[in-house]
């Protein structure tokens, strides 16, 4: 009997239940990183992920890329890497007497960009095209990236010498930043009970990894999430207020430079929904967006030299900017 496909109607976000469980067996806290990672995943986009070396970035890529169906590939960025190491390039088939095209890991689904930043501007521009496109040029030949494409990009906020600072214009080709910090005391002791797990017994992949078929579904029903106008309104005055805050407030004046693009407020939109969805709610609410905003909002501002020099973040700016902006 042959599997009926799924509909956006007949699943339910208990159909995630599998790939949490199998995250949470790899990964002990890190909640943001994981929620933030099956948001991405749903709203069909993709992820920069900052933190502190050791804090399990690359393990809950790694987990996430096992339990869905799926080719999963991680690269190291390093400084003498070129964009054909990505992208592939064209090699001649002497008994063919002709060029063919052998694909790089940008063909795969799922993409561990790690330490982003070690990479040059040329790799870089590269891999933020294909993110955008969703296909790469080779010559006179254009090749479409599979529908299923997600890059979780890794950087140390550490270690800066020898690196390339992503350009603010092309970090808005990530749909979410997301910040990783230290573990608690009770997680770090459950973290050391897991790894000595390991060493008796390495843990195994789900049995049954959530296909494609069901993500595309899940997305689907995501997509059909009821915002009301009110919160699309609430979603494009947030980011208005990022391009004009000396209309709410002089502090935001001083510390804004340069505000969210509009894919700022598409961003809010998809993630909320997705957010709202894995919750099993109804419909978005203003939390979900005020939940979410954080992650949407942080690589899209520059802040002036001032507010650096106060001491100011960006997540400093964004908590200001939700407590002015009122919910229509």
Known sequence: MTRQP?????????????VRKHLASHVIGQHKLIDGMLVCLLSDGHMLVEGMPGLAKTTAVNALSEAIEGDFHRIQFTPDLLPSDLIGTDIYRQEKAEFEFRPGPLFHNILLADEVNRA??????????AMGERQITVGQETYLLPQLFMVLATQNPVEQEGTYHLPEAQLDRFLMQVLVDYPTHDQELKILELDNDRQRELPRPPANPLSQADLFAIRAAVAELFVSPKLNRYIVDLVQATRNPQNYDRDLARWCRFGASPRASLALARCARARAWLHG????????????????????????????AEGVTSDDLIERLLSLVAIP
């Not at 799924?6 to 599998?18: A, F, K, V, Y």
């Not at 040059?120 to 095209?129: F, H, I, R």
């Open 120 to 129: 040059p501007a040329k790799v870089q521009a590269a891999l933020l095209e």
């Open 281 to 308: 709610e109804p419909y978005v609410s203003p939390e979900h967006i005020q939940e979410i905003a954080p992650d949407i909002l942080r690589h899209r501002l520059l802040l002036t030299f001032e507010a650096e």
């Open 6 to 18: 799924p509909t956006s109607s007949t699943i339910t976000p208990d159909r995630l239940d599998p």
